[in-house]
């Protein structure tokens, strides 16, 4: 199975700024996933990305509030723009491998 | 996507079997049955998945009922170490559409 880490595992940020997420995976992957998991909720797909291609968004989520690059087979960020309270949350990293997902440990980010 | 319904909440006790049931009366036959568990501060595992018949592997037991409208996860002796949030997921077969899409799951108490 797949093993994925995150950097950075937890920040705390002002309004207004950006914070970038890496997702580093031990094996090379087709798919990558993002997701949000808000305080006491389910997670919540923000978009999926594959290498070579722009990332796809699932309703809600738009590119300029969260832009993703996916240079390589192994690596892919996540920005999250423009911070408000509401961004509050637990962003997780997935990878599809041999036709199951697995999920990186999550960064959680609190927006002051 | 399919939607699946599971109770809020379960609870058992240690070294005891657990049966955690899940709802899909609308799944389709080309829909795969899959089961992950969030542990507390830990992004999701996969635990099992199925289509038709039932399936076995070393964390679980995946009972799916012939009109595959419903299916139960058991845990044939909970410990500790089992008590996280599982959910039950449709993910559909066909294409490249290999996003899972998560409920609110069942939280599941272990008591020692």
């Known amino acids: 199975s797949a093993v994925i880490s995150q950097k950075p595992s937890r920040d705390i940020c002002q309004r207004g700024t950006s914070l970038t997420i890496q997702c580093q995976v031990d094996?090379?992957?087709?798919?990558m996933f993002w997701y949000r998991q808000q305080p006491g909720q389910s997670l919540t797909l923000i978009a999926t990305?594959?290498?070579?291609?722009?990332?796809?968004?699932e309703s809600g989520f738009v590119i300029d509030k969260f832009p993703i690059s996916r240079p390589n087979l192994t690596f892919s960020t996540l920005t999250v723009s423009n911070l408000s309270p509401e961004d509050s949350s637990i962003y997780l990293c997935?990878?599809?491998?041999?036709?199951?997902?697995?999920f990186g440990p999550g960064t959680r980010l609190t927006v002051l | 996507d399919a939607k699946t319904t599971q109770p809020n909440s379960m609870e058992s006790n240690e070294e005891e079997p657990v049966h955690l049931p899940c709802n899909h009366s609308?799944?389709?036959?080309?829909?795969?049955i899959h089961w992950y568990r969030q542990l507390p501060s830990q992004g999701p595992e996969y635990v099992i998945h199925?289509?038709?018949s039932n399936v076995n592997n070393r964390m679980a037991s995946l009972a799916i009922a012939e009109d595959r409208k419903s299916s139960t996860l058991i845990l044939h002796r909970a410990t500790l170490r089992d008590a996280a949030v599982y959910y039950c997921?449709?993910?559909?077969?066909?294409?490249?559409?290999?996003?899972?899409?998560f409920g609110k799951g069942t939280l599941l108490t272990v008591n020692p």
């Open positions: 199925g289509l038709t």
């Open positions: 990305a594959n290498q070579g291609s722009e990332a796809t968004y």
């Open positions: 997935s990878v599809l491998d041999h036709h199951e997902q697995f």
């Open positions: 094996s090379q992957v087709t798919m």
């Open positions: 997921i449709l993910r559909f077969s066909g294409g490249s559409n290999y996003k899972l899409t």
């Open positions: 609308t799944i389709s036959g080309t829909d795969y």
